[in-house]
């Protein structure tokens, strides 16, 4: 059983940054792949970025290159560097996590005011 809780959710205005953190509970959290997704009112949930077990990276097409994902297994902890906002960023952001089963977090909430 995996636990996630995000914190660093906020409203900012284009161009700013912000850096969401994920805390995990439970063990075996190195062999997890961990990432996050985000959704938007009225949209599906979307990939925004995963960092497998190994440490090999995958982002959405509209965040690379302005997002940065990582890791720091010995202290169950995930992180989401977002630099150059935009409006169409906001959404509530969820930390997830997979092994044989996915865990979800809760979600934190990114606005980006234009």
């Known amino acids: 059983q995996v636990q996630l809780v995000e914190s660093g959710g906020g409203l900012v205005q284009a161009g700013e940054s912000l850096r969401l953190s994920c805390a995990a509970s439970g063990s075996m959290f190195s062999y997890f792949d961990v990432g996050w997704f985000r959704q938007a009112p009225g949209k599906q949930r979307e990939l925004v970025a995963i960092i497998s077990r190994a440490g090999s990276t995958n982002y959405g097409d509209s965040v690379r290159g302005r997002f940065t994902i990582s890791r720091t297994n010995a202290k169950k902890m995930v992180y989401l560097q977002m630099n150059g906002l935009k409006p169409e960023d906001t959404g509530v952001y969820y930390c997830?996590?997979?092994?044989?089963?996915?865990?979800w977090g809760q979600g934190t909430q990114v606005t980006v005011s234009s």
């Open positions: 997830y996590a997979k092994l044989n089963l996915a865990y």
